[in-house]
């Protein structure tokens, strides 16, 4: 299984941009598809995630700015980021699992990508 990030850029306080990530390989569904991102110095963080039901969970500091949403079709997760703000800044993971147990595949198998820049300027 592969996960291929891309989307991310050089932007500007208040500007948009939108994250997406496929996955390829034997695994055509997953239980859980998110976004992690890693600032400078700092520890992974989740930023967002849904379910194959449709759940969502958001880092309180991203909430009414980012969207999280799965195209089951194409295996496909994107993040769709408005108002960008300078501390969003940093390196976006997309991150996907398998099976696992409940709605939110707990001990399931994690797959992450390879990580996207995002970088926002005050």
């Known amino acids: 299984v592969q996960l291929q990030a891309s989307g991310g850029g050089l932007q500007q306080a208040g500007d948009s941009l939108r994250l997406s990530c496929t996955a390829s390989?034997?695994?055509?569904?997953?239980?859980?598809m998110g976004w992690y991102r890693q600032a400078p110095g700092k520890q992974r963080e989740l930023v967002a995630a849904?379910?194959?039901?449709?759940?969502?969970k958001y880092a309180d500091s991203v909430k009414g700015r980012f969207t999280i949403s799965r195209d089951h079709a194409k295996n496909a997760v994107y993040l769709q980021m408005n108002a960008l703000k300078p501390d969003d800044t940093g390196v976006y993971f997309c991150?996907?699992?398998?099976?696992?147990?409940?709605?939110?595949?707990?001990?399931?198998?994690?797959?992450w990508g390879q990580g996207t820049l995002v970088t926002v300027s005050s």
């Open positions: 991150n996907a699992v398998h099976n696992g147990l409940g709605e939110w595949g707990e001990d399931g198998y994690l797959y």
């Open positions: 849904r379910t194959s039901l449709g759940s969502t």
């Open positions: 390989g034997v695994i055509t569904s997953f239980t859980v």
